[in-house]
């Protein structure tokens, strides 16, 4: 168990960092004042070979306090859909690598004070943030959805100024790699090909081997992390998941879910649901997560094609992002049916339903877990997934539909309802939850973080004591909004 924790021995020569500049800077910490904890996440330390109990040291490192100079890297990057020019880590520092247990993982703090890269920011991170950061990493690991994750928090009275005077806070995050479509972007519009060749030829020797021996190795990542920019799309979409700020600099090149701002749950489904209030256009709405997860495939396209050359092979490859999301996307909504047969008309089944859902404004995660009950034959468990519903006519006309296409595969119904529930999740991160987590932790209590996390990294159990949080949201959830300041 690697308890100490030596980072130092760790840089600047493993991962990301042994590219050197212009791909990294060496930027000091700006450590937070008076930290204490609040949270440490003991089952993700326990898979890193740390301790499960942290001690003073690890809260000193994890405030900033550190005996080296961590790491922080450029890039740039489309925002909204707009050339953004160069961005940058501007209050990330990696402080080393973990290679001890399974893939080396990057330890980054977020919210450590300025770098080069900051701009016009303070280099820090709020309370409010880290904790919703912080519990919906460990939400989509629960869910079984590619994602970076938390490791910890600390906190501070340090005054931070956002729409109002709220107090600071570190999330440490941990990835195999933070590398982004727009450190590909960056490189490219800046005409600097050697180290555009440099990043392309480590991120596909760290993490794509495969693709060394393609005839073109830049066309053979690129197709790599348009299938899984795409699964990570249909992923999204089977659990109502909204990721906010889908800009070219928050996606992953290793199709993970990365950096949790303005995200949200839906809680009644509808295809234009927009959980950002920072965008007034829609460009992030639910519906159109799948789209713009191409279009961002696209612009690391444009990135690589120096590398690549061959146009056509380019429009070639990102012609694959569409049959792998479908693919994907139908598989997940049969999973979520109990379907364990394919049928030709399973799209429309399925396209039925969500749009019954969309017009009545559904739970969507309670609609599919009490689905997950429904029996072939007509009980109560039908009435309560009618209940859900208000046009109660609407959904047993699909509610027939479903019951033939079960018959049609001779479905036997404790089979499927168990099948259901272990990809149905009883709880998902809704913004309320987060909001009760931040509520205790401001008044002293950060207990709540745990015991939301406790059932958020098993969203499929059923957690008795905890039934509330899988029933209609409180009315005063409906006023909660976030925006890119979260």
Not at 93 to 108: A, F, K, N, S, W
Not at 150 to 158: C, D, F, K, M, T
Not at 317 to 333: I, R
Not at 471 to 483: C, F, H, K, Y
Request: aromatic share 10%; glycine share 8%.
């Amino acid at each position: 168990m690697n308890a100490h924790f030596e980072i130092s021995s760790l840089l600047p020569t493993h991962g990301f960092a042994g590219l050197g500049p212009p791909h990294i800077e060496l930027v000091p910490t700006e450590p937070l004042s008076n930290p204490y904890w609040l949270t440490w996440n003991a089952r993700l330390a326990g898979v890193l070979g740390l301790p499960a109990q942290p001690t003073d040291m690890w809260l000193q490192r994890l405030s900033g306090q550190l005996e080296h100079t961590p790491w922080c890297s450029v890039y740039s990057g489309h925002q909204f859909g707009v050339w953004a020019g160069q961005l940058g880590d501007g209050r990330a520092h990696v402080i080393g690598l973990l290679g001890d247990h399974g893939v080396p993982q990057e330890i980054q703090l977020k919210g450590a004070g300025k770098t080069p890269f900051s701009r016009m920011g303070d280099g820090r991170a709020v309370l409010r943030s880290s904790i919703r950061e912080y519990l919906c990493s460990e939400a989509m690991a629960g869910l079984g959805i590619p994602t970076t994750r938390a490791l910890a928090i600390v906190g501070s009275a340090l005054p931070v100024r956002r729409e109002t005077i709220e107090t600071a806070a570190i999330v440490t995050r941990v990835a195999p790699s933070f590398i982004r479509f727009g450190h590909f972007e960056h490189f490219a519009h800046h005409g600097h090909s050697a180290e555009l060749q440099h990043l392309t030829d480590d991120v596909i020797a760290h993490f794509y081997p495969e693709c060394v021996d393609q005839p073109v190795p830049a066309l053979a990542l690129l197709t790599a992390v348009i299938r899984r920019t795409a699964a990570l799309m249909a992923q999204w979409q089977a659990v109502g998941f909204c990721h906010g700020v889908m800009n070219t600099d928050n996606m992953s090149i290793l199709g993970l879910t990365l950096d949790y701002g303005p995200f949200g749950f839906m809680d009644q489904f509808d295809f234009h649901h927009i959980c950002n209030h920072s965008d007034t256009q829609g460009r992030y709405a639910y519906a159109q997560q799948p789209r713009i997860g191409w279009w961002n495939c696209g612009a690391l396209g444009s990135a690589l094609l120096p590398l690549i050359v061959d146009e056509g092979a380019l429009r070639e490859a990102l012609d694959g992002y569409e049959p792998v999301f479908q693919g994907a996307l139908t598989s997940a909504f049969r999973s979520k049916l109990g379907l364990a047969r394919e049928r030709g008309d399973d799209d429309v089944l399925i396209g039925r339903l969500l749009t019954l859902l969309h017009q009545n404004h559904t739970d969507f995660t309670r609609f599919f877990r009490a689905l997950s009950h429904l029996e072939s034959k007509t009980t109560e468990a039908e009435a309560k997934v009618g209940d859900l519903v208000i046009d109660r006519a609407a959904f047993e006309s699909w509610a027939a539909s479903y019951r033939e296409r079960l018959a049609w595969e001779s479905s036997i119904d404790s089979v499927r309802q168990q099948a259901m529930l272990r990809v149905n999740p009883k709880y998902v991160l809704r913004n309320y939850l987060a909001e009760i987590a931040i509520r205790a932790a401001q008044a002293g209590n950060p207990e709540v973080i745990d015991a939301v996390q406790r059932v958020l990294e098993a969203p499929f159990d059923e957690h008795p004591e905890h039934e509330s949080w899988a029933g209609t949201p409180p009315g005063w959830a409906d006023a909660l909004s976030v925006s890119c300041s979260s």
